[in-house]
């Protein structure tokens, strides 16, 4: 069973479209994260879920939007696409504060503007 | 958190055991030291996590320098598989709300 599910793999789209990403965990977890890797291979934390509250919010741009319909998923909806919106975006889950040793991070979702 | 400082890149033969260091010298007392690995274009994958005392799981061992400065990640047997990006993370209990941060992480090459 896949722990930490994200869909699509794959995401070509045009610059200025909206679009989302999903994110599932079966784990039961109660915290959820986004980030991204760039094409130089840094991973940045995005943001993060606890018990479908936003309780952290890095320096993205607003078009970026995390969206929490149970604490089992963290959608990532982005508006207005740009070329440097470009990179793999990774889904993350943990057990939750003040224990969360360790993150579970889902396959990646490859998202390129054109 | 604590700036780490890994070699860019390491070659270890297949069937030998693989040493990855890792120097945190500005730890604090309250930071963990974590270990991922990410296995080309796949997520990020834990790996093992140590405060103070040497830790060992069925993944790999964690050595941590008594003044906590620096540590080592022991695969005791690498196989061709452990090839992967290995990052070396010093934070507060496991990110929390804060999340990871890595840096650049070794890349660990096994060489049949």
């Known amino acids: 069973d896949t722990a930490v599910s994200q869909t699509p793999k794959y995401l070509v789209t045009q610059m200025g479209n909206d679009k989302s990403i999903k994110c599932e965990q079966n784990l039961g977890h109660d915290t959820m994260y986004w980030y991204k890797q760039d094409s130089k291979k840094f991973l940045k934390i995005m943001f993060s879920?606890?018990?479908?509250?936003?309780?952290i919010n890095e320096t993205v741009p607003n078009r970026f939007s995390p969206k929490s319909p149970d604490k089992a998923h963290l959608n990532l909806h982005i508006n207005s696409l740009e070329l440097g919106d470009s990179a793999v975006y990774f889904c993350?889950?943990?057990?939750?504060?003040?224990?969360?040793?360790?993150?579970?991070f889902g396959p990646g979702t490859r998202l390129t503007v054109l | 958190d604590a700036k780490t400082t890994q070699p860019p890149s390491m070659d270890c033969a297949e069937g030998r055991a693989a040493n990855l260091p890792c120097n945190h010298s500005?730890?604090?007392?309250?930071?963990?030291v974590y270990w991922y690995r990410q296995i080309h274009s796949q997520g990020p994958q834990y790996i093992i996590h140590?405060?103070?005392n040497n830790e060992t799981n069925e993944m790999a061992s964690l050595i941590i320098t008594e003044d906590r400065k620096s540590s080592t990640l022991i695969l005791p047997h690498a196989t061709l598989r452990d090839t992967a990006v290995y990052y070396c993370i010093a934070q507060g209990s496991g990110g929390g709300a804060d999340g990871l941060t890595f840096g650049k992480g070794t890349h660990l090459i096994i060489q049949p």
């Open positions: 993350a889950s943990s057990q939750g504060l003040p224990t969360s040793m360790e993150q579970f």
């Open positions: 500005t730890i604090s007392g309250n930071e963990y």
């Open positions: 140590g405060l103070k």
């Open positions: 879920y606890n018990n479908k509250e936003l309780i």
